[in-house]
């Protein structure tokens, strides 16, 4: 007990050096890049929590990052080098934009419905990258990446031919219909209910993990694909269920995202939140609250940079390099190992000489 | 004193997590003698030893050679100043010629950057030449067998002008006729001015060959004698602190109406390049342990592979009970009453970082005592583990302690705890004992004695002849992935003979070995 | 039908199959140098997309393409390092560290070019220079082999060379030698005195540079300017090659080769009105059905030597 206390102290106290370390280099940049560094570092820490539509702004960028790190991280902690939530996101964007213009009409039913649909068709998809690991053993790192540049292009070719709406002059589909909106959840901002679906998921995504046989499966295959093998778990059903399910949560997310923020599907680019949703996982350990967490974290930054980046000279993508330092110190071994080392050395001798 | 070679002083080691390897360890090696160090696993020779190589570095204390204080950043400071190491696995890789492995790390060299493959090759024969190696310089590494590899592993410590040769348990992969052989080039390496060091637990073989000995228990030495000094009795006390006992026929129960557990009918593994098992046909029967000798690389884990359902097979048969389970999937074949030591318990057995209590119930996690349709039970898993864990004796805290913090034995404990939980008809059991302490290995051998006098059969494969004769009631041997002989009692073969099959020297008729498929 | 097979038997698609290769093998050479000393890089596509901006921006600032292409090489080898460096020192999984560093990349190389030219687009606006195409004297005369080998971007024939040179490196010298020790079995390595964290750096340095050559053969050759994201994937479809060749480099440079081809009939039906989204969807597919036949075949072959 006493041992693991002092392990989830060490990544506290790791993390929040990290956090630290990366903070004094983005300090660095502004004073390099800006006219008004002191102004942009105050704006990049503290603006988020200065106006409720900010924090709004905080919570509405948590949520499309936060599926595709719950997505991301599954597929991780079964060992699995998938980074298709990139592609899911856009062709499941693409499907509820498709589906979202042909509802019935009825608020409660239309986004429920919407949302489904683009869940189980990113499940489906994410089958294919699936299947041909679990039988083939096929490179999924590598066909993964194909499908998002195959998947976007298939997309896009999709929505200029079968969906473009004529009376805009931009690519973009047709208007989602009135009733597929998702409601707002804090009056005042566009937060809307997509929060509390993440943390419903976020939940869920935990009880799988850690109280069910699927979860148990994943963890043992994760850790120790020989292992799992040798213990007479079935690696072609696993791989199978789990890039469902996380094609599944990432579908979900990409649907909750547009019904939440956008009227039409304008996406005419991969959207990077699949790949940031790798980055999440990564922060946040493949643990579903860390990913939460990773998810807050970089959505605060990515908001402070948005709003820095509108009063001052320095471009939102100065978040970039707070979260690649971030990535790199969180995951590092030896980072501060040295330090917890003789901290470590010290308790043992605290302990031998009270024996 | 000037004949002495190289000088360990009050040498010691604590690993990161605080365990200590080596307490104030001193030993002095002279130039031209075959010096053994001796103990049982985990009594800190091998650490010593990478210390002295410059693999691991000392905590305190210091080496001392040819007269010098040295400090080993690496071992290539050690290899220069004319260090060498044969390691217990080896350091081979196996697409490389035996010539590239020989050179590399130092390789003669055209135009300053190029490798000369030719030299290469012409210095490696030259070398195998003078010291009466046969062996295939072209030749890739993974096609040698395992005596060949160690051939190559010595001559990289020549090739780099090794003048201390350290052989971490050579023997320990060799059949009796191998050791011999390696032996008389060691002799001859004492002759030509080479010390040899070397690392053992085999303690009649340290006697024959030594000049002198150091007894290392728990991390210290416990002296150096000159081996016509020392006793084996003597030696033993000094390393176990008791008697070994080794016979178990007392305690093993007569059975009557046993029948077969297991049948392996015709089995036979083919590839394009070869047959890696043919013709095996076997019967294990309820209440007894049928041993499998042989030296490694023989067909063993193939043909344990295959009826644990990790590999498939080209043709024949694989009966449990009666019920045929040659391509049914591992689950099924556990839940038909298989259970499974393995033989790398890291890489197979255990999930290094998850709890104990994870890795206890894994080969029977959807069982109903411990899982609902989807959700585990996580209480009744609570209670097997720690039911297990006493009962088995795992030293730790607590069941949700890392599996991978614990020491070998304690590992090696969990993992037999686990394939005993799902009480099976057949345990195969591969090298249970390789690698840990002595208690455990001892527990563990009452253990599986107690499996098979309730009525189990077992299925034991181990390279340590020792634990095959002394466990076993009937034995086989494989040689060159074909059953070579049968023996209906450990006491109908010699060490001598059992050597000759393992070698592939001798082999029964076919009607004798037919006699190991019993109905 | 017709148009399309006047375009594709054409000593002008041989051409585009060598101009479109070149960043491919770069990228797969890249890849392959860090993946066989035992350090897989997957940051080429990133380093690619910051060499390809900071060959522009450094011949901006210098008034030399070639002083680009060093700034270029510069922050190629600097990205490898950083993945070098944390995953040998503070053991970051490579992978986690790769994908840190692309993801970085992409934002990064925006943010430059917001700074310097204030839009989020390109560096058209910028007086950046372009490296030299060469037409080799004689060769350029001879019909059809001339059209087709002469008239390339100087960095087409560095590549050629370097191509040669890493085959060279690799199977004959004592470096290439103890690159594969420490990628096939680094405790063998170590054990007869290989540095094996020296050889792996010096591994990713040579893979950064090559990463970068690619990096800046698109900003500086292919086109004569950076637009956010240009790598378009040609990074991964290195991986990809890599991944298919296993170790051996010549079947690394020919599936790169197979993938040139498709990229280029891409490029060449670009000028027909088939619909563009589609068209570029080529080259990946090439590699995502490659791959799986790849796999197929290796299971099939497993499956026949253990059975």
Known sequence: MFKKNSDVMFEIVKTLVAIAISLVIS?????????????????????????????????????????????????????????????????????????????????????????????????????????????????????????????FGLGLFFVKTFIRASDVPSVASNKFMETTRL?????????????????????????????????????????????????????????????????????????????????????VALP???????????????????????????????????????????????????????????????????????????????????? | MDDIILSLQEITKVYDNGVFANRKV??????????????????????????????????????????KPVQFENSMEAIKLGIGMVHQHFMLIPSFTVAQSIVLGNEPVKNKFFVDYNQATKKATELAKKYNFEIDVKAKIETLSVGAKQKVEILKTLYQDAEVIILDEPTAVLTPQETDALFIELKKFRELGHTVIFISHKLNEVKQISDRITIMKNGESCGTYNACDISIEKMTELIVGRELST????????????????????????????????????????????GIAGVQGNGQSELIQAIAGMRSFTSGSIHLNDVDISTIPIKQRRQKGLAYIPEDRMQDGIAANASISDNIISTYYDSPEISGKVFMKNKSIRTIADNLISKFSVKTTSAKTKIGSLSGGNI???????????????????????????????????????????????????ADLTEVMDLSDKLIVMYDGEIVAYFESTNDVTDKDLGLYMLGVKKQSEEEIRRAYRV | MEQYKDLIFSASFFFVIIRVCVPLMFASMSAYTANLSGLPNIAVEGIMLIAAIMGVLGSVWTHSAW?????????????????????????????????????????????????????????????????????????????????????HNVLAYICMITAVLVYILV??????????????????????????????????????????????????????????????????????????????????LLTTLVFGVFDAITNVLSLTNLPSELLQTIPYLAVFFAIIAYSIKEYNKKKRNNA
């Open chain 2, 412 to 462: 090696q404990k969990v993992v037999v705890a686990r394939e005993y939980q799902t009480d099976p008809q057949l345990l195969i059991a591969e090298q249970p004992t390789r690698g840990i302490d002595i208690g455990s290995a001892n527990f563990i051998h009452n253990q599986l004695i107690d499996l098979r006098n309730e009525g189990r059969a077992i299925l034991l494969v181990s």
């Open chain 3, 171 to 252: 199977y004959k010298t004592k470096f290439g030698l103890h690159m594969r020790a420490s990628g096939l079995d680094e405790n063998a390595a170590r054990s007869v005195g290989i540095n094996v964290n020296r050889v792996r750096f010096t591994s990713l340095i040579l893979s950064g540079i090559l990463a970068a050559m690619g990096g800046a053969y698109l900003s500086m050759g292919y086109l004569s300017f950076f637009t956010a994201n240009m790598t378009a994937s040609r990074g991964w479809i290195g991986i990809a090659a890599e991944a298919m060749g296993r170790g051996n480099f010549i079947t690394v």
């Open chain 2, 247 to 290: 016979s178990f026929e007392d305690i093993k129960k007569k059975l009557d109406n046993t029948k077969a557990v297991l049948a392996v009918e015709n089995l036979e593994i083919k590839t394009t390049k070869k047959h890696t098992l043919n013709n095996i046909n076997f019967t294990v029967k309820s209440g007894e342990i049928l």
């Open chain 2, 26 to 67: 001193s030993i002095d090696f002279k130039k031209g003698e075959i010096h053994s160090v001796v103990g049982e696993n985990g009594a800190g020779k091998s650490t010593i030893m990478k210390i002295a190589f410059g693999m691991e570095k000392q905590s305190e204390g210091q080496i001392v050679y040819k007269g």
């Open chain 1, 183 to 267: 409601p707002i959840f804090i009056p005042g901002t566009r937060t809307h209910i997509g929060v509390i679906v993440l943390l419903v998921v976020t939940v869920l995504m935990f009880i799988l993990l850690f109280k069910t046989k699927l979860g148990y499966s994943i963890r043992m295959t994760g850790l120790n694909k020989n292992f799992a093998k040798y213990s007479g778990m079935s690696a072609f059903a696993l791989f199978l269920s789990v890039h469902f399910i996380s094609g599944f949560i990432g579908g979900m997310g990409s649907s909750i995202e547009l019904l939440g923020m956008y009227e039409r599907f304008t996406w």
């Open chain 1, 272 to 355: 990077g939140l699949g790949f940031t949703g790798a980055l999440i996982a990564t922060l946040g350990k493949n643990n579903p609250f860390g990913v939460l967490l990773a998810s807050f974290g970089i959505a605060y930054i990515r908001v402070g940079a948005e709003i820095m980046s509108r009063t001052t000279d320095v471009p939102v993508e100065m978040a970039a390099f707070v979260e690649a330092i971030l990535v790199f110190l969180i995951m590092s071994q030896y980072f501060l190992k040295k330090w917890r080392d003789r901290s470590l050395l010290k308790e043992g001798d605290k302990a031998n000489g009270t024996v």
């Open chain 1, 27 to 151: 300090f660095l940049i502004l004073v390099l890049v800006s006219k008004t560094p002191v102004d942009a570092f105050f704006k990049l820490l503290t603006a988020p929590v200065t106006k409720i539509r900010y924090f709004g702004n905080v919570l509405e960028t948590m949520v499309p990052i936060g599926f595709a790190g719950l997505a991301t991280s599954l597929l991780f902690r079964t060992g699995l080098f998938n980074l298709g939530t990139e592609g899911i996101y856009y062709i499941c964007g693409v499907v509820t934009a498709t589906v979202a213009s042909q509802m019935f009409g009825n608020a409660f039913l239309d986004p429920i419905l919407t949302i489904l649909i683009s869940s189980v068709f990113g499940g489906l998809v994410a089958l294919i990258p699936g299947y041909f690991k679990a039988k083939y053993n096929t490179n999924e790192l590598v066909v993964s990446l194909m499908m998002n540049s195959i998947l």
């Open chain 3, 67 to 151: 002083l680009g292409l060093l700034v270029a090489i510069a922050s190629g080898i600097l990205m490898a390092l950083i993945l070098a460096f944390s995953a040998i020192k503070l053991k970051t999984t490579p992978i986690m560290g790769g994908i840190a560093l692309n993801v970085f990349a992409s934002s990064f190389t925006v943010f430059l070019l917001f700074v310097i030219t204030g839009s989020k687009g390109t560096t058209a606006s910028l007086p950046s220079k372009v490296l030299p195409t060469i037409h080799i004297p004689i060769i350029k005369d001879i019909p059809i082999l001339g059209e087709i080998i002469s008239g």
